[in-house]
C-alpha cells in the first residue's frame, strides 16, 4: 500500500475534509501491515473503494419556528458501505455538522459495526439544525420536515439511521412516527425507539454501559478494576449519563461531566440522585453543566476549560471529536491516568493518541469502546425482526457478550512485540478483515 500516495490523491478529491480525513489515515496506518501481507486486497482495490462512500443524499430541511420565521437547514445521509449487513448509523443535528464529520462519522461506523459481529453496514446521517433553545413544537416539525426527504432513502433492510448529538429518544420518536405515516408500516426502520413503540430496553444506556464494560476488560488485564477508581468524564448526553450510572455501580468515582462552555468538578462525585438532577435538566432543554454548580455546592465550575487537567484513574472522553488534544494527554499522563477509552467519536487528536501509546498508557478507541450502542440497536432490529422484546437483562448480558468479544478482538490483532496492547491496530485490523473478506467475495461493486 501506497499510504502517503493514497492520502495526497483523497486529499485532492476531498480538499478541507479535515475529519473524514484524519479518520482515513488512521484505520490505513493500522491495517498497512496486513494489507501488504494480503495482496488480493490490492488487486481488488479494497482501499481506493472502501474509502468513498456508495452514496451521499443531501436535501433542503424547511421548517416553521414558533413565531412563524421560516429556517432552511441542510440535511445529509451518508452510505458508507453495505458489504456485511444493511448501512447503520446516528443521525446527529448540530451546527457543526457538514460533509467531512459525517464521511468520517460513517468511515468508522464501517469497522466498529463489524466488530460488533452484527450484520450491519456502515452509515451517517444528520444536520446542521441546533436543537438548542428550540420548544418541543419546533424539535418536531425540524424532525418532520428531515424525514419527509429521507423516508426514501433507508429501510429495515436498507439504511437503519439512529440518535447521536443532538438526536435522543424525542427525537427519533418525531422521526419514526413520519416514516410511519409515509411508508405505513411499523417496521425497524430507526432504532433507539420507544419501549411502547418497538424499543429495546437498555438501549438508551447501552453505550455507556458498553464503554465501561469495554474499560472494565482493559483495567482487567492489569488485574485492575473500577473499585475506588476516580474517573473523568466529558460531556453530559446519550453516551455520559450511561458511563457515569455504569461506573459508580461498579463502585468507581466520576468527578467531572462538561459542556461546550466548561467543565464541572464534584469532587464528592456524580452519582444517584445528581445524575438524575441532570437527566431531568437535559429532558428540558436547558443547560446542565452551570446549574449543576449551584444545585450541589461543593461542585466547581471551570469556564472555557476541559476536564483533563483533574487528577484521575481514568478518563472517558464522551463529547465530541478533537475534544483532547496533545497538552490534554500530557496533562493527564502527567496526573497518572492508567486507562483511556472513548465513548465518544474520535474524541482524541492523533497528537493526543501518540502521547498515551508513547507512555504506554492503556488507551482504546471510540470505534471499540462505544460500539455497545449500535450493538444494542442492533439487537433492537433482531427483537424488532422476531417481533418479540427480551427482558433488559438478556439485553444486558448480550451487550456486555459483545463488548468481551471486542476486547478479545482488540488483543488479538493488537498486541505488540513488548506486550502493549495496541487497541487502536486491533480495533482497526479486526473490523477491517470482516469487512474487507466480505467485499472479495461479492465482487467488485
Ligand atoms: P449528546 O448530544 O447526547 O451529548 C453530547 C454531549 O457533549 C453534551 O453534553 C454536549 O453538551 C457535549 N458537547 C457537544 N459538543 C461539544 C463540544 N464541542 N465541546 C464540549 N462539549 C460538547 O450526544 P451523544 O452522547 O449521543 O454523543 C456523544 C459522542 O458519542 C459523539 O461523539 C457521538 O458520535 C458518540 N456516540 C454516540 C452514540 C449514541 O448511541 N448516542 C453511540 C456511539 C458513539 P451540550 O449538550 O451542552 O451541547
Ligand atoms: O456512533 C454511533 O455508533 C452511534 N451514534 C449509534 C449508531 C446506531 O446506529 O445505534
Not at 482501499?47 to 468513498?52: S, Y
Not at 416553521?64 to 432552511?72: F, L, P, T
Not at 419514526?176 to 424499543?199: A, C, D, F, P, Q
Not at 475506588?228 to 459508580?248: R, Y
Request: glycine content about 12%.
Amino acid at each position: 500500500m501506497n499510504l502517503e500516495k493514497i492520502m495526497t490523491d483523497l486529499e485532492k478529491k476531498h480538499p478541507g475534509e479535515v475529519e473524514y480525513l484524519q479518520a482515513v489515515r488512521e484505520v490505513l496506518e493500522s491495517i498497512e501491515e496486513i494489507y501488504n501481507e494480503n495482496p488480493q486486497f490490492e488487486s481488488a482495490g479494497i482501499i481506493e473503494r472502501i474509502v468513498e462512500p456508495d452514496r451521499i443524499l443531501t436535501f433542503k430541511v424547511p421548517w416553521v419556528d414558533d413565531s412563524g420565521k421560516v429556517h432552511v437547514n441542510l440535511g445529509y445521509r451518508v452510505q458508507f458501505n453495505n458489504a456485511i449487513g444493511p448501512y447503520k448509523g446516528g443521525l446527529r443535528f448540530h451546527p457543526s455538522v457538514n460533509l467531512s464529520i459525517l464521511k468520517f462519522l460513517g468511515f468508522e461506523q464501517i469497522f466498529k459495526n463489524s466488530l460488533t459481529t452484527l450484520p450491519m453496514g456502515g452509515g451517517k446521517g444528520g444536520s446542521d439544525f441546533d436543537p438548542k433553545g428550540k420548544s418541543n413544537a419546533e424539535i418536531m416539525r425540524f424532525c418532520q420536515s428531515f424525514m419527509l426527504e429521507l423516508w426514501k432513502m433507508i429501510g429495515p433492510e436498507t439504511d437503519v439511521p439512529a440518535g447521536d448529538i443532538g438526536v435522543g429518544g424525542r427525537e427519533i420518536g418525531f422521526m419514526y412516527g413520519m416514516y410511519k405515516k409515509l411508508s405505513r408500516e411499523h417496521t425497524g426502520v430507526l432504532t433507539g425507539k420507544g419501549i411502547n413503540w418497538g424499543g429495546s430496553l437498555i438501549r438508551p444506556e447501552a453505550t455507556g454501559f458498553g464503554a465501561v464494560y469495554f474499560a472494565q476488560e482493559m483495567l482487567k488485564t492489569k488485574n485492575q478494576d473500577f473499585k475506588g477508581k476516580v474517573v473523568a468524564i466529558s460531556g453530559f448526553g446519550n453516551v455520559a449519563w450511561g458511563a457515569a450510572l455504569k461506573v459508580t455501580e461498579l463502585g468507581g468515582k466520576v468527578v467531572t461531566i462538561s459542556g461546550p462552555d466548561g467543565y464541572i468538578y464534584d469532587p464528592d462525585g456524580i452519582s444517584g440522585e445528581k445524575i438524575n438532577f441532570l437527566l431531568e435538566l437535559r429532558a428540558s432543554n436547558q443547560d446542565i453543566v452551570k446549574p449543576y454548580s449551584y444545585e450541589f455546592p461543593n461542585a466547581q465550575f471551570h469556564q472555557g476549560k476541559r476536564p483533563w487537567e483533574v487528577k484521575c484513574d481514568v478518563a472517558l472522553p464522551c463529547a465530541t471529536q478533537n475534544e483532547l488534544g496533545k497538552d490534554d494527554a500530557l496533562a493527564l499522563v502527567k496526573n497518572g491516568v492508567m486507562c483511556v477509552a472513548e465513548g465518544a467519536n474520535m474524541p482524541s487528536t492523533p497528537e493526543a493518541i501518540e502521547v498515551f501509546q508513547e507512555h504506554k498508557v492503556m488507551f482504546a478507541p471510540g470505534k471499540a469502546v462505544n460500539a455497545g450502542g449500535v450493538a444494542t440497536s442492533g439487537l433492537e432490529m433482531s427483537q424488532n425482526s422476531m417481533k418479540l422484546n427480551w427482558s433488559s437483562e438478556e439485553v444486558d448480558m448480550r451487550l456486555h457478550q459483545i463488548m468481551k468479544n471486542i476486547h478479545e478482538q482488540c488483543v488479538k490483532y493488537g498486541t505488540t512485540a513488548d506486550g502493549y496492547v495496541n487497541y487502536v491496530k486491533g480495533a482497526n485490523v479486526a473490523g477491517f478483515l470482516k469487512v474487507a473478506n466480505a467485499m472479495l467475495d461479492l465482487g467488485v461493486l
